[in-house]
């Protein structure tokens, strides 16, 4: 079995009631949030993983609907090293979703960082669990933070409820930042527009008024693990 565990950040205490975020609090929220957290692990390494999957998938395919389960252990693709198991989808590789049930760790090294983590699906492909640390990562693209200097990214969601905790030590344009992200709430509350959930978001010790993934229509909304396609 897998031997990643989980280990949550420690929740900053809350001084004051929230405020909701200036200008310039919020450009750095999603800078770090949707931009550099988001591409890191929701559309990049979750991708990377799929794609090591689908490469020991083809090294051994399935020889019927029955034989689909694979074991795999410090298996190796390209910047990307997988253990665990997973089942070999009868589509495509396209989502974590495909490639569930499944219980995987992984662990990537490549010129722009270094994570490691956890993905996770349940028998009935209803909850998928996501974890990822990243230490010393540089985002890649427009409109993201110099360097993560150490990161965590947890998603843990079935069609009833929507857990998310992002917490990042990191530096933007050459200042020192932190921040500690939690959000509960349910999916369908998106869908009606009545957004009951808690948030919970302290950027360097301040108490920000901020709902992320879409509740709030000013907010950004990165795709989620089950919406992932690879690039």
């Given amino acids: 079995m897998p031997d990643y565990t989980i280990t949550f950040p420690e929740k900053p205490g809350i001084s004051g009631t ?44 399935s020889k019927d609907r029955n034989d689909r389960l694979r074991e795999v252990s410090d298996y190796m693709y390209r910047d990307v090293c997988i253990s665990g198991w997973f089942t070999i ?4 590789f396209d989502t974590p979703a495909d490639i569930g049930p499944c219980d995987l760790d992984f662990s990537i090294s ?33 409109g993201c933070v110099s360097r993560i200097s150490e990161g965590f990214v947890y998603l843990n969601m079935d069609p009833t409820s ?3 905790i992002i917490a990042a ?39 920000i008024d901020y709902v992320l993934f879409g509740f709030d229509t000013g907010a950004p909304m ?10």
């Fill in 18 to 61: 929230a405020q909701p975020p200036m200008e310039m609090q919020s450009e750095l929220i999603t800078r770090i949030l949707a931009n550099s957290i988001g591409n890191s692990a929701y559309g990049g390494n979750a991708s990377l993983v799929l794609d090591a999957a689908e490469e020991y998938a083809k090294e051994n395919p």
């Fill in 89 to 92: 989808p009868e589509g495509s």
């Fill in 110 to 142: 490549s010129e722009a960082g270094k994570s490691r983590g956890r993905i996770a699906m349940g028998i009935e492909q209803k909850t998928l669990i996501f974890a990822e640390d990243v230490v010393n990562y540089i985002p890649q693209g427009e």
């Fill in 162 to 164: 929507l857990h998310v």
């Fill in 169 to 207: 030590g990191f530096e933007d344009n050459g200042k020192p930042h932190s921040i500690y992200y939690e959000q509960k709430s349910n999916p369908s509350d998106q869908e009606s527009g009545e957004f009951g959930g808690d948030s919970l978001c302290i950027l360097d010790e301040a108490n």
């Fill in 222 to 231: 990165p795709e989620m693990p089950l919406g992932i396609a690879r690039k």
